[in-house]
């Protein structure tokens, strides 16, 4: 079977496309024919060595996937068909090989219509989205939301989910004319250009110095003091990566100004929620299959890159050539 491995950590460059034998399938594990993989920043991350929990070396990248049940080991109890389509949120990775091995209770069970990739954009990233809003933000009707790289895999999912959470003004940051059309376009009422000095002044000036109720940011590093300027009192803030390369840090007066306006600064990391909420996490991704369904919620979905060209998929990521869900196109369905 063709995969990617990783034998050493450092840019694209590191993931290469080689033949090995087909896994076996262990009794109490399933064999999966994978269609696609989603590609997350995460993936990235590993192989640059970035990551915080990092996989033991040599690996095959792909924490999440769709695929057929090929095989079923003989003390695996779960309901599972052979044949089925399922999609797999994986730690362990594996979901850049035409074939990898499973936990059964990775399995999640998807809705027929959707196709793979529309599927993918809704794991990880659409999850993610979901909970920043609901559970880590407890966002409340009418409230503002400063959505920080509006124009990605969560970001342009943000930016519908807040207004179908019923959200008050959303604000979206996006570093090029082109894309800040396009985030106003998906329903953002007040693009903003990061690349400008001072961003926050312009967010202040519009909501009349109030500031912002909550502020989502996957970026980290010194942006951290420009948000906390337009964070509105009770407003939360909260950090879910550092695009950056560098995590966000607090000093004594913020951590001050925090506390005498009621303000909160939280993370959120969905590998958190899946070990200890399953049941959060199982109704998010049931609450937006729903709205894809009824045509409320349309994931942006960017480019399908074969499987030997993963290294050119994380290049391009990397270099800001990309807007929405990127995924590997592994296999077909039917197979």
């Not at 915080?52 to 999440?64: C, D, F, N, R, W």
């Amino acid at each position: 079977m063709k995969l990617i491995r990783v034998k050493t950590r450092g840019g694209p460059g590191v993931l290469t496309y080689q033949e090995e034998p087909r896994p076996d399938c262990a009794p109490d594990r399933i064999l999966l024919k994978v269609i696609a993989a989603g590609i997350n920043f995460a993936d990235i991350m590993q192989h640059q060595g970035t990551y915080p929990l990092q996989l033991p070396l040599p690996y095959t990248p792909g924490m999440e996937f769709v695929g057929i049940v090929e095989e079923i080991g003989a003390n695996v109890t779960t309901d599972v068909r052979l044949g089925e389509r399922v999609a797999v949120l994986s730690w362990e990775a594996g979901g850049y090989a035409e074939y990898t091995v499973i936990r059964p209770e990775q399995v999640l069970r998807i809705p027929d219509l959707l196709d793979a990739h529309t599927v993918l954009a809704l794991l990880f990233q659409g999850i993610s989205a979901y909970l920043l809003l609901d559970y880590a933000a407890k966002i409340r009707a009418g409230e503002s939301v400063l959505i920080h790289a509006a124009a990605g895999g969560v970001g342009n999912l943000l930016v519908q989910l807040a207004k179908l959470m019923n959200a008050g003004d959303v604000f979206g940051t996006a570093g090029t004319g082109a894309k800040r059309e396009m985030i106003r376009n998906w329903g953002v009422d007040y693009p903003i250009d990061y690349t400008e000095p001072n961003w926050h002044e312009k967010i202040l000036g519009i909501t009349g110095r109030k500031g912002i109720d909550i502020i989502l940011d996957p970026i980290g590093g010194s942006a951290i003091a420009q948000n906390l300027s337009c964070l509105a009192v009770e407003g939360r803030f909260v950090s879910y990566g550092w695009l950056s390369g560098d995590c966000p840090s607090l000093t004594a007066t913020q951590c001050q100004n925090l506390l005498f306006r009621n303000q909160s600064v939280s993370g959120f990391a969905i590998s958190a929620v899946m070990n200890h909420h399953p049941d959060i996490v199982e109704t998010a991704l049931t609450q937006l299959f729903t709205w894809v369904q009824m045509d409320k919620l349309k994931p942006i979905l960017g480019h399908a890159f074969p499987l030997e060209d993963a290294a050119q998929a994380h290049a391009a990521i990397l270099g800001r050539k990309t807007i929405g869900k990127v995924i590997l196109q592994v296999g077909r369905y039917p197979a």
